[in-house]
């Protein structure tokens, strides 16, 4: 038996309003709340897959028009 792939034309919300804050990812989420506190106006994120790194990195573009 094969699972065939299904055809959705959904794209993914990256929205604040569609983010789920966890213990997994507050410490990142509250880092990028706080820009002035990153050395050299720099900050790394990493994690595993699907710990919310790039959702979290949408929201930050998002409200900084970037």
């Known amino acids: 038996m094969r699972q065939l792939p299904l055809p959705f034309d959904q ?22 709340e706080n820009p002035a506190g990153w ?7 990493w994690g595993e897959a699907g710990c919310g790194k790039t959702h979290l990195l949408h929201i930050w573009a998002a409200s900084h028009h970037a």
């Open 39 to 45: 050395t050299n106006g720099r900050l790394i994120l």
């Open 11 to 32: 794209k993914p919300d990256y929205s604040a309003d569609n983010f789920w804050t966890y213990a997994g990812n507050t410490l990142a989420q509250n880092w990028l």
